[in-house]
C-alpha cells in the first residue's frame, strides 16, 4: 500500500504542528497547510518538524478562500498524492460579548471557521469516495458543546461543525470514508494563552484532571480516528477537554 497523505489545516497552528507529528509518525505523508505570512511561526514549526525528514512539509492556503482550497488539493495530488486524510484544524477566536460584536467579528469568524471545514471537505469528498477510502476530522470546541461567555460566533461554529461532520459521514459512509469531530477542551496553545490570566485561572479551576491539555492529547485522538482500521467510527464526536465537559 502506498503512503497515505494527510492535509492538517491550520497546521503550523498551536494544536496543528502536534496533529501533523502524530500523523507523520503513524507513516502518513503530511502536508500542514496554513497562512503563509507568518514567517516567524513558519521558522519554529521548520525548527520543531525537521527530524521528521521531509515527511511533512509546509503548503500556503487560506481555508478562508474557495479558490485557494481547490489550488492546495490540485498542488497536493500533483506532488504528493490525493489526499486521504483531511484533518480541519484552522481555527481563530475573536471573543467579545455579543453587544458590542461588530459585524466584521462574526464574518471573520465564521470565514474560517467555518465556511473552512466547506471549503476544504468539498475538494476532497469526491476523490475519497471514488477510491473507497477517507479520513476526515473537524477539530471542533468544547465550547460548541457548552457555549462560552464572549463566544457566541466561536460557539455557534464549533457547534456547526459537528452538525456538518454528522451530515456528511451520513453521506459518505458507505464509501469508506468516515468523518469525525475531535472537541478539545481548554489546551496549552497561544490562543488558550490570550485569554485574561483571572480568567483561564477559573476555567483551569473547573477542569477535574486539573490542567490544561498538551496539544499531545488532541493529536494521539487524530491519529486515532484516522487510523485505516477506524472505519466504524464515523459521525462521531470525542471529546477531550479533562472532564470539564462533566462539570457543567
Ligand atoms: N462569565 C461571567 N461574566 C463575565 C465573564 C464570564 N466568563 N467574562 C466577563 N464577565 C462579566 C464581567 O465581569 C463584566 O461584568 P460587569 O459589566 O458587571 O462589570 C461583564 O461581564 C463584561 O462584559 P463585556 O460585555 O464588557 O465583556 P467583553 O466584551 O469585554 O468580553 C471577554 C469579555 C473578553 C470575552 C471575556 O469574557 C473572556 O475573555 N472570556 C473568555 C473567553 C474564552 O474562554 N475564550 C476561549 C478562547 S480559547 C478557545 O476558544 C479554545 C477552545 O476551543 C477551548
Redesign the pocket.
Known sequence: MSERVAVVTGGIGGLGTEICKHLARAGRKVIAADLGNREERLAAFREETKEFNGSIVFAPADVSRFDDCAALAKHVAATYGEIDILVNAAGI?R???L??MEERQWHELMHVNLDGVFNMCRQVVDGMSARGFGRIVNIS???GQTG????TN?SAA?AGMHGFTMALAREVAKKGVTVNSVS????K?E??M???ED?RNQ?VAQIPVGRLGEPSDIARTVAFLTADDAGFITGANVPVNGGYFMSF
Open positions: 477566536t471573543d467579545v460579548s453587544r458590542k470546541s468544547v465550547n462560552q461567555f464572549g463566544q466561536y464549533k478539545p477542551g481548554y489546551c496553545t490562543m488558550v490570550k485569554v485574561p480568567i476555567i
